[in-house]
C-alpha cells in the first residue's frame, strides 16, 4: 500500500536527523513494521488487519461526523431550548443491527484466519526449538542437533514448526513482520507455524516484560535458502578444538564454562548462551552490542555495567586476562 | 452490618463538632468522605503523573540512561497500579459516594460508618504500597504481576506491598459497593422507580455488583502470591509444580471486569451530561440501562482475550473472541445514545460537554482498537506493543479521566458552591486533549513498528526516536495542562460563593439540594414522578411523563 | 469503664435497629457479603481443582486425610448451624432463655470444630505435609484456612451476640442482628460442605 511505503520513507529519513554521535557500541536496525508481510502468516493476518481497519475507519467516520455535524447544527446559539427534536425509534434498531453484522462478519473472518495461521499440530516433531531466558534465546535444530543462541536461522519458502518454551519467566516470540506472536509459558509447549517468505534478515523482540533487561532481548532471524541454511546447520554442528591459547585456558580456569557451552572443548554449561560459534554472530548479548573484540572485552570486564541485572557476575580479571578471553571467543568463528 | 440506629442529626453534628483536622478523620457524612476520595484521587494522580513524566522522560531518546532498568521497571509498575487502584477507582468511587444519595434523594448512605472505613482501608492500601519505596524497593513486575515473574526470586520485595495494597484497596472498593447497592435498593425517595433511576446511578448500582463479584477472585489470587511469597507455597512457583497460567486466569478474571468498573462510572457522568449540556432527555434511557448490565454480565466471560497469545488452542480462543466482539455492541449502542442526545438539542460547550464531546472520539478510537484485540489473529500480532499501550490510555483516559474531568467541572459548583473558570478550563481542555493526542496517537504507530511495551529503552531504530520524543513532549503537555486545572481549582475556591444553586439548568435531585449541600442533604424531598424530578419542579407546565 | 463511657454505651444499644428498612439492609448487605465471599471461596476451589490432575491430589488426600475424622466434626458444624437455627427461632418468638442456650452451643460446636481442625494440622505437619511441601499442601492449607478463618470471624460475630443477649439486650424480637449473622454462619457452613465435597470426598469418587 502506498502510505505504507511513504510512511517508511518519512521514518528514516527522521532517522538520519536524530542518529547522532553516539558512541557505536550499540547496533542499529532497520524499521520492523508490522503490516509489511514477510511470512505467509502476516499476509493471512494483514489481510483481516485491513479489512478491520476499513471497517474501523468507516464506524469512526461516522462517529465523527455525526458529531460534528450535531455539535454546528444544535448549538445553543443556533437552536432555541424550544425546538427540541428528538431521533426516531428507527435509529435504535440501526445501532443495533449495524454492529452485530459486522461482529458476525469479523467473528467468521477469525475464525478462518485463526485455522490457516495456526492449525493443528498433530505431534510432528520441531524443526526448531527455542528457549526463553532471562534475557536471551536458546536456539535447538533437533533434526541436527545443532546448537546455538540469539541469532535464529531458519529456511525460506518452507512450513517451519517453532517449539517455544521458557526456562524462567514468561517470554514472548514477535517477530512483527511474520505475523503472530506466542507466549514461551514455563512448564508448557507452545507451538507456531511459520512460512518465511524471502531471504534476509529479520528483527523482533521479547514483548512479555520479563524482568530487569526485557528491553534487551531482541530476536534475530536469518532467513536462507534452504541449501544455505543447511550449511550453516552443519557449520553449527562443527566443533571448536581444544587449543592452549591463553584465552581458552583462562575460560576454564575462571569458571566460565560453568554456565557457558563451547563445543569440542570442556567447557558444557547450558544454563547461558552457547558460544561455540560466537565470533560468527553480528550483535552480542540479544541484540545489545555489535559483535567486536572491544564490545567482548567490555562485556567481560564488567557485565553489570553493560546488562545489570543478567546473571553473569563480575569476575573481576585484569585487564590483559579479559583481552585475551575476548580474543579467543572472538576466534570461535 | 447496622447495629445501631444512625441518626444524621443525632450522629453527624457529633463528628462535626471535633477540631478541624480531626473532622476530616472522624468524619462519617458520605459528602466529605466523596471529597476524602477525591482529594486522595489528586494526591496519587500527582505521583502517578509524575512516574509517567520519568517514563516519558527515560523513552525520549534511544539508549538512554536516565533511569536505570531497574528504576524504570518499578516506575511503570507504580504508574499502572496507582493510577488503575488508587487514582481512577477513588476518583470515581469518590463521586459514586458523593452523588448517589444526592441524586435518589436520600440523606445518607445506607452504612454511613462502613463508608467512612472504606475510605480509609483504601487510603491505607495506597500508603502501604508507596511504603514499598523505603522497604527494599517498589513492585517491579507489572502492574498485572505475571507469574513466575511475582515470585521471590525474581522480582523485589515490592511485590508483598503490592498483594498487601491491593487487598486492602479491594476490600475498601467491595464495601463501598456494597454499601452503594443496599443505599440504591432501599433508600430511593418515594416514586423513584428504578425505570426511573437517573442513568449515573444506573451505572453505579451496575458498576457495584461488577466490583462485589469481580474484586474477590483478584483477592483470592493475591492472598496465594502473599503465601507463595511469605510462607513459600507453591501456587504460581513452577518448577516446585505451580502454575504460571492460574494467575493470568484469575487475574484477568478481575482484570477485565475491572476494566468496565473504571469505565462505567464515567459513562454515567456522560450520560448526565450530554443531557443537561444538550438541555435534552437521554436518546434510548432503556438502551443505555440495559445495556450496561449487559456490558457488566458479559464482561465475566471475556477475561481469555488477554490470553489469547499464550497458546490456550483456537477453540478456546474463538469463544473468547466470539464473547469479547458481542461486548462491543452495547458499547457501541452507548456511543450512539449520547450522539442521539446531542442531535435536536441546544448544545452548550462548556468544558464539562466540552469533555464529554472528546470522550466520544477518543474512546471510539480506543473502542475500535479493543475489537481489533477481540479478533484474534489481529491480537496475535498487536499485544503487549506499544499498540496496546495507546488502546488502554485511549480508553482509561480518554474514557474514565475525561470522565472524571467532565464530572469534576460539572459538578464543582455543587461540591464547593463556586464556579470553576471557564477561561482556564478551556485551556486544560486543549492543553490536555492535544498532549494525550500528541502521546498516545502516536504510540498506535509505535507498535505497528515492533515496538514492545514496558522496555526501558530501545535501539536506534529508523522513526522510534523521533515518535517517541514527540509521544514524550505530549506528555509534557498533558502536565502543563494539569498545573493549570490545579490553578483554576486553586483560584476558585479563592472566590465567594455562588448565589445560584443550579447553574446548569439541570435536571436530577442533586442540584435540588443546597450548594454546597447541607449537613442533612434534603429538608424535604419533592415526590418524583418521572426521570427528570428536578426539570419537573422548574417547568411545572410541561413535566415529562415517564 | 468511667460512668458516661457506661451510659454511653447503655445508650447506644437502646438504639440497636429494629426498623423495617434497617432489618432489610442489614439483610440485602449480608446477602451481598456472602455473594461476593463466595467468589472468594470459589477462586480457592478453581485453584485447587487446577493443580488436582498434576499434584495427584486424589492420592495425596487419600492417604493423608482422615476422612472419617473430618466427617465427624463437619457433623458438627452442621449440627451449629441447626443450633443458630433455633436460636433465631427462640429469638423471633421473644424467648430469651432458650435463645441463649442455643446461640451458646452454636459457639461450642464452632470452637469445636476449629480445635478438630488444629489438631488435624498438627496431624499433617507431623506427616511433613506444610503449605510449602508440594502443590496439594498449598492448595489444601489456603482453602481450609481461609475457611477456618471464617469460622473464626463468625465465631467473634456471635459471641458478641451471646453477650448482647445475656445482657437482655436482644429481647426485641424486632432486631434483625441475628437473622443478619445467621446469613453469615450458614453460608460458612454450606463453604464447609462444598470443601469437604472437594477435598475429602470426591477423592474416593473418581
Known amino acids: 500500500m502506498y502510505w505504507q511505503v511513504s510512511f517508511l520513507r518519512i521514518c528514516s529519513t527522521m532517522n538520519l536527523v536524530t542518529a547522532g554521535a553516539l558512541l557505536k557500541v550499540t547496533p542499529e536496525f532497520p524499521l520492523q513494521f508490522v503490516l509489511k508481510s514477510s511470512s505467509k502468516q502476516a499476509e493471512e493476518i494483514n489481510r483481516l488487519s485491513q479489512y478491520f481497519f476499513i471497517a474501523a475507519g468507516f464506524i469512526l467516520l461516522v462517529v465523527v461526523v455525526l458529531t460534528f455535524t450535531f455539535l454546528y447544527n444544535y448549538n445553543e446559539k443556533r437552536t432555541a431550548v424550544t425546538q427540541r427534536k428528538t431521533l426516531s425509534r428507527k435509529w435504535e434498531i440501526a445501532m443495533i443491527g449495524v454492529p452485530s453484522v459486522l461482529v458476525v462478519i469479523f467473528f467468521i473472518l477469525t475464525l478462518n484466519t485463526m485455522q490457516r495461521v495456526l492449525p493443528p499440530v498433530n505431534n510432528k516433531t520441531p524443526d526448531v526449538v527455542i528457549t526463553g531466558q532471562q534475557w536471551w534465546w536458546q536456539v535447538a535444530y533437533p533434526a541436527s542437533g545443532a546448537l546455538a543462541a540469539n541469532e535464529i536461522h531458519l529456511p525460506v519458502k518452507k512450513d517451519v514448526l517453532l517449539l517455544l518454551r521458557s526456562a524462567d519467566v514468561v517470554h514472548d516470540w514477535w517477530v512483527p513482520q511474520f505475523g503472530n506472536k506466542m507466549d514461551m509459558v514455563p512448564g508448557r509447549d507452545n507451538f507456531i507455524w511459520l512460512h518465511i517468505n524471502e531471504p534476509g534478515t529479520y528483527y523482533g ?113 585484569d585487564s590483559s586476562e579479559v583481552h585475551a578471553i575476548a580474543s579467543y571467543l572472538y576466534s570461535l568463528k | 452490618m447496622k447495629v445501631l440506629a444512625f441518626d444524621i442529626d443525632r450522629d453527624l453534628p457529633q463528628a462535626h463538632r471535633d477540631r478541624k483536622l480531626l473532622r476530616w478523620l472522624s468524619t462519617v457524612d458520605h459528602k466529605q468522605i466523596g471529597k476524602l476520595y477525591l482529594l486522595a484521587a489528586l494526591l496519587f494522580f500527582v505521583i502517578g503523573g509524575t512516574e509517567a513524566l520519568l517514563m516519558r522522560t527515560q523513552l525520549a531518546v534511544a539508549n538512554n540512561h536516565f533511569l536505570s532498568p531497574e528504576a524504570y521497571n518499578q516506575i511503570f509498575t507504580m504508574h499502572g497500579v496507582t493510577m488503575i487502584f488508587f487514582v481512577m477507582m477513588p476518583a470515581l468511587l469518590g463521586l459514586t459516594v458523593y452523588f448517589t444519595p444526592l441524586m435518589i434523594g436520600a440523606n445518607e448512605m445506607a452504612f454511613p460508618r462502613l463508608n467512612a472505613f472504606s475510605f480509609w482501608i483504601t487510603f491505607m492500601g495506597g500508603l502501604l504500597l ?100 511469605l510462607l513459600y507455597a507453591n501456587f504460581f512457583n513452577v518448577p516446585a509444580g505451580g502454575s504460571a497460567l492460574l494467575w493470568q486466569h484469575l487475574f484477568w478474571a478481575f482484570g477485565h471486569p475491572e476494566v468496565y468498573i473504571l469505565i462505567l462510572p464515567a459513562f454515567g457522568i456522560f450520560s448526565e451530561v450530554f443531557q443537561v449540556f444538550s438541555q435534552k432527555k437521554i436518546f434510548g434511557y432503556a438502551f443505555v440501562a440495559g445495556s450496561t448490565v449487559a456490558i457488566g454480565l458479559l464482561s465475566f466471560g471475556v477475561w481469555m482475550h488477554h490470553m489469547f497469545a499464550a497458546g490456550m488452542g483456537n477453540t478456546v480462543n474463538s469463544f473468547f473472541a466470539a464473547s469479547s466482539m458481542l461486548i462491543g455492541i452495547p458499547t457501541g449502542i452507548k456511543i450512539f445514545n449520547w450522539i442521539g442526545t446531542m442531535y435536536g438539542g441546544s448544545i452548550r460547550l462548556r468544558v464539562s460537554m466540552l469533555f464529554a464531546v472528546a470522550f466520544l472520539i477518543e474512546f471510539t478510537i480506543g473502542g475500535l482498537s479493543g475489537i481489533a484485540f477481540s479478533i484474534v489473529p489481529i491480537d496475535w500480532q498487536m499485544t503487549d506493543s506499544y499498540f496496546v499501550v495507546a488502546h488502554l490510555h ?10 472524571v474531568f467532565s ?140 | 469503664m468511667s460512668l458516661d463511657k457506661r451510659t454511653w454505651l447503655i445508650g447506644s444499644v437502646k438504639r440497636i435497629v429494629t426498623s423495617k ?53 463437619t457433623f458438627l458444624l452442621i449440627s451449629s ?54 502443590e496439594f499442601g498449598s492448595s489444601f492449607y489456603a482453602l481450609t484456612g481461609f475457611h477456618a478463618l471464617h469460622v473464626l470471624i463468625g465465631l467473634v460475630l456471635i459471641s458478641i451476640l451471646l453477650a448482647l443477649s445475656v445482657r437482655g439486650y436482644l429481647s426485641n424480637s424486632g432486631s434483625s442482628l441475628l437473622a443478619t449473622v445467621g446469613i453469615y454462619w450458614h453460608f460458612v457452613d454450606v463453604v464447609w460442605l462444598c470443601v469437604f465435597t472437594l477435598i475429602y470426598v470426591l477423592p474416593y469418587c473418581i
Not at chain 2, 394 to 403: D, E, H, K, N, T
Not at chain 2, 521 to 527: E, H, I, K, L
Request: glycine content about 8%.
Open chain 1, 205 to 317: 523482540t521479547c514483548s512479555e516484560f520479563c524482568g530487569a533487561q526485557h528491553a534487551h532481548m531482541q530476536i534475530q532471524v536469518v532467513a536462507q535458502l534452504p541449501a544455505e541454511f543447511e550449511n550453516w546447520v552443519q557449520q553449527q554442528k562443527k566443533l571448536q578444538p581444544n587449543t592452549l591459547t591463553v584465552g581458552a585456558q583462562l575460560f576454564l580456569r575462571k569458571t566460565c564454562a560453568t554456565c557457558h557451552r563451547i563445543g569440542g572443548t570442556a567447557a558444557n554449561g547450558m544454563s547461558a548462551p552457547d558460544l561455540t560459534h560466537i565470533g560468527s554472530r553480528k550483535t552480542l548479548l540479544a541484540g545489545m552490542m555489535r559483535n567486536t573484540e572491544a564490545n567482548l572485552a567490555r562485556w567481560i570486564s564488567d557485565p553489570q555495567k553493560i546488562k545489570p541485572g543478567a546473571k553473569m557476575p563480575n569476575f573481576l580479571l
Open chain 3, 21 to 73: 428498612i434497617d432489618r432489610m439492609q442489614n439483610k440485602i448487605m449480608m446477602r451481598l457479603t456472602i455473594g461476593s465471599e463466595a467468589i472468594f471461596f470459589i477462586s480457592l476451589m478453581i485453584a485447587y481443582a487446577y493443580f488436582w490432575q498434576s499434584g495427584h491430589f486424589g492420592q495425596a488426600a487419600t492417604s493423608h486425610l482422615d476422612i472419617f475424622k473430618t466427617g465427624v466434626f
Open chain 2, 407 to 546: 464530572g469534576l467541572f460539572y459538578w464543582f459548583p455543587k461540591i464547593t458552591g463556586r464556579m470553576l473558570s471557564e477561561k482556564m478550563g478551556k485551556w486544560f481542555f486543549w492543553l490536555f486533549v492535544i498532549g494525550f493526542n500528541l502521546t498516545f496517537f502516536l504510540q498506535h504507530f509505535l507498535g505497528m513498528m515492533g515496538m514492545a511495551r514496558r522496555v526501558y529503552t530501545y535501539a536506534e531504530i529508523p522513526g522510534y526516536t523521533i515518535l517517541n520524543l514527540l509521544s514524550s513532549a505530549g506528555a509534557y503537555l498533558m502536565a502543563a495542562a494539569a498545573l493549570v486545572l490545579f490553578y483554576n481549582i486553586y483560584m476558585t475556591l479563592k472566590q465567594p460563593p455562588l448565589q445560584n444553586k443550579d447553574p446548569w439548568n439541570a435536571f436530577t435531585l442533586e442540584w435540588y439540594a443546597d450548594a454546597p449541600p447541607k449537613k442533612k442533604n434534603f429538608v424535604d424531598v419533592p415526590v418524583v414522578n418521572s426521570r427528570r424530578p428536578f426539570f419537573d419542579l422548574k417547568n411545572p407546565d410541561h413535566p415529562d411523563r415517564d
Open chain 2, 130 to 229: 508507596y511504603f514499598s519505596f523505603a522497604a527494599g524497593g517498589a513492585p517491579d513486575a507489572g502492574w498485572f504481576n505475571y507469574a513466575p515473574l511475582n515470585q521471590n526470586n525474581y522480582s523485589s520485595n515490592g511485590v508483598n506491598y503490592y498483594c498487601m495494597g491491593l487487598l486492602l484497596a479491594g476490600i475498601g472498593s467491595v464495601t463501598t459497593a456494597i454499601n452503594v447497592i443496599v443505599t440504591v435498593l432501599t433508600l430511593r425517595v418515594k416514586g423513584m422507580s428504578l425505570k426511573r433511576l437517573p442513568l449515573f446511578v444506573w451505572m453505579a448500582l451496575v458498576n457495584s455488583f461488577l466490583i462485589a463479584a469481580a474484586m474477590p477472585a483478584l483477592n483470592a489470587a493475591l492472598c496465594m502470591l502473599l503465601l507463595d511469597r
Open chain 3, 81 to 134: 448451624s441447626f443450633c443458630f437455627y433455633r436460636a433465631e427461632r427462640a429469638h423471633r418468638n421473644g424467648k430469651t432463655t432458650p435463645m441463649v442456650r442455643w446461640l451458646l452451643a452454636t459457639v461450642l460446636l464452632g470452637f469445636v470444630f476449629l480445635a478438630g481442625q488444629a489438631h488435624e494440622y498438627y496431624g499433617l505437619l507431623k506427616q511433613h505435609l506444610s503449605i510449602s511441601s508440594s
Open chain 2, 394 to 403: 485511549y480508553v482509561f483516559v480518554g474514557g474514565s479521566l475525561f470522565g
